[in-house]
């Protein structure tokens, strides 16, 4: 019995450095250009909509447009249920020709804060009708795949303890991808992404963000994988509409 339970460790093991001396690793540079907005228009009920266009080669050429939308409910201020769809053109190389996706959405996002660190956290699914490919040009149909997304973001103001305009804010973020389905085979893991840099709150309701992402990236095959070092800026803008009293 403790020899068949050393040779299955055994086994194991050796599928684990095999495995890991045939993994390559393809390093890129990009940019990304990020617009967010959490509109507020009554008690419970709101809109969120971002805007992004990346680039690769660091700014060199375009890679990808998203449009993603989406109905908020307000569970209270700190809790927020959204649902909504998301439009993803990504460009080919070398043709160039935009691959189109099609990606439902829905979300859980919350918010907390202990003594200076703010946090910030959503969990999100995803429903992804990925237009097939046969090399850089456009195939037939749609593919399909669920992906889950959990984000944990930590900001601290460097004076006070509370997110404030004028003051800057170190902040420090990891997001975790995993895909699901029948299509996926090797990359049940699909991507992450790391992020350290600076924000700074030009009101109370306008935020901008600056700082460097590192994007690990497993590919379909399993055993290749993209690092990408990016520059990203985003700008978060949030509105409260309501009718005051």
């Given at each position: 019995m403790k020899k068949s339970v050393l040779l299955v460790s055994l086994f194991f093991l050796y599928t684990i450095a095999t495995g890991q001396s045939v993994k390559i690793v393809n390093p890129q540079q990009g940019t990304w250009l990020g617009y967010f907005n959490q509109?507020?228009?009554?008690?419970h009920w709101g809109l969120w909509v971002d805007l992004h266009h990346r680039r690769t080669d660091f700014a060199d050429r375009a890679n990808q447009n998203l449009v993603r939308a989406g109905a908020t409910y307000f569970l209270a201020d700190n809790l927020r249920l959204t649902a909504g769809y998301a439009y993803v053109?990504?460009?080919l190389s070398p043709s160039g020709i935009i691959r189109p996706e099609h990606r439902?959405?829905?979300q859980i996002w919350w918010t907390g804060r202990s003594g200076r660190l703010n946090l910030l956290q959503w969990i999100r699914a995803e429903q992804r009708y990925n237009h097939r490919i046969n090399g850089d040009q456009l195939g037939d149909g749609?593919?399909?795949n669920w992906r889950l997304r959990y984000n944990l973001m930590l900001q601290i103001p460097l004076k006070g303890e509370t997110i404030q305009p004028h003051v800057p804010n170190f902040v420090v973020q990891n997001e975790a991808f995993l895909n699901f389905g029948k299509q996926i085979v090797a990359n049940t893991f699909d991507q992450n992404r790391f992020f350290v840099g600076m924000s700074y709150p030009f009101s109370k309701h306008l935020l901008?963000?600056?700082g460097y992402m590192n994007q690990f990236i497993q590919q379909p095959s399993?055993?290749?994988?993209?690092n990408n070092h990016t520059l990203r800026l985003f700008v978060f803008h949030t509105?409260?509409?309501r009718r005051q009293p």
């Open positions: 509109t507020r228009f009554s008690t053109g990504s460009y439902p959405w829905q749609y593919g399909f901008g963000q600056l399993g055993n290749t994988y993209v509105l409260d509409v």
